[in-house]
């Protein structure tokens, strides 16, 4: 199945629950309905405003799966996240623009 590496940067630390819906540990893994799973990886500090970078892996099945993944990401992030990258590169979070970068950057596992 094609995998995307993203991560998100935020002073929020609250946006690995709001993906995963669970606290966030490392390795904690999400199913998302019809489309995939995502999985966390964990956070490191980015600045000395606090701002942290946290970091993920998600898969998905088919283009139609990367669409649903991208409006489940807008959904948590719009509004929350101060960065969203996805394989490197920095991404709108906006649902065009992460499904395009989701299949951009995708690899078969």
Same mark, same amino acid.
């Given at each position: 199945?094609?995998? !995307?590496e993203? %991560?998100i940067? #935020?002073?929020?630390? #609250? =946006?690995?629950?709001?993906?995963? +819906? ?8 999400? &199913?998302? &309905? ?7 990886? +964990?956070?490191?500090t980015?600045? $000395?405003?606090?701002?942290?970078? &946290? @970091?993920? *892996?998600?898969?998905?099945?088919? @283009?139609?799966? !990367? +669409? $649903?993944v991208?409006?489940?990401?807008? *959904?948590?992030? &719009?509004?929350? $996240? %101060? #960065? ?5 590169? @920095?991404?709108?979070v906006?649902?065009?623009?992460i499904?395009r970068? =989701?299949l951009?950057?995708?690899?078969? $596992?």
């Amino acid at each position: 199945m094609p995998t !995307a590496e993203f %991560s998100i940067t #935020s002073l929020d630390g #609250s =946006l690995p629950r709001r993906l995963l +819906g669970v606290p966030a540990v490392p390795a904690t893994a999400r &199913h998302i &309905h019809n489309a995939g799973v995502v999985v966390y990886h +964990g956070s490191r500090t980015t600045s $000395v405003s606090g701002r942290q970078r &946290h @970091e993920f *892996t998600v898969e998905f099945g088919t @283009e139609n799966a !990367a +669409g $649903v993944v991208a409006n489940w990401m807008w *959904t948590a992030l &719009h509004d929350h $996240v %101060s #960065s969203l990258a996805i394989g490197g590169d @920095e991404v709108p979070v906006q649902n065009g623009a992460i499904k395009r970068a =989701l299949l951009d950057h995708a690899t078969d $596992v």
